[in-house]
Antibody, heavy 117, light 108 residues
């Protein structure tokens, strides 16, 4: 069956970088875009960007331009999201989600990231 | 950027009642709208895509309607497991793929 498994929770200091991994199984990894969405504590969902695992092409929300980098390793069916220059308001649960072009049909379990000095 | 406004923010109903949730877009998104359900501590789950199509495995009590700027998610007869937060997302004009702020459906 389809699984999307993310890396574990992290605690980071302001100014540091974050790298979250998202390992896919049960489907053709290169056949579906992977999106990243985050959710601050008690808040709604915020779209960050996507990566095309086939080509490596990316598209980022303007809010994160210059701070976010999405990559993938097709040999291990894994997508990565790096966010640099972390601030306290980057504290959130970060999700990767497999996109069917009509909606996110599979989600990772979420990675809680806490940014605190 | 397209802004999605969901209403009401909170909806208090009893099991067995009908729920009607609204999502309004700041400009037309045609039918490129999805609905998600999120329960505490869980990732969201896709319910409806392209405004009115149920995703795989979604019960028939969930239905979506609308096009352009006004959309509705209806739950015909609430089950205990339906009490959650619901988000709409537009997939028409991106980036970004914006979400609404959510509607919390709570037990009355």
């Amino acid at each position: 069956q389809v699984q999307v498994v993310q890396s574990g929770a992290e605690v980071k200091k302001p100014g540091a970088s974050l790298n979250v991994s998202c390992k896919a199984s049960g489907y053709t990894f290169t056949g579906y875009y992977m999106h990243w969405v985050r959710q601050a504590p008690g808040q709604g969902l915020e779209w960050m960007g996507w990566i095309n695992p086939n080509s490596g092409g990316t598209n980022y929300a303007q809010k994160f331009q210059g701070r976010v980098t999405m990559t993938r390793d097709t040999s291990i069916s894994t997508a990565y999201m790096e966010l640099s220059r972390l601030r306290s308001d980057d504290t959130a649960v970060y999700y990767c989600a497999r996109d069917s072009l009509r909606g996110y049909i599979n989600w990772g379990q979420g990675t809680l990231v806490t940014v605190s000095s | 950027e397209i802004v999605l406004t969901q209403s009401p923010a909170t909806l208090s109903l009893s099991p067995g009642e009908r729920a009607t949730l609204s999502c309004r877009a700041s400009q037309s998104v045609s039918s490129y709208l999805a609905w998600y359900q999120q329960k505490p501590g869980q990732a969201p789950r896709l319910l409806i895509y392209d405004a009115s199509n149920r995703a795989t495995g979604i019960p028939a009590r969930f239905s979506g309607s609308g096009s352009g700027t006004d959309f509705t998610l209806s739950i015909s007869s609430l089950e205990p497991e339906d009490f959650a937060v619901y988000y709409c997302q537009q997939r028409s004009n991106w980036p970004p793929f914006t979400f609404g702020q959510g509607t919390k459906l709570e037990i009355k």
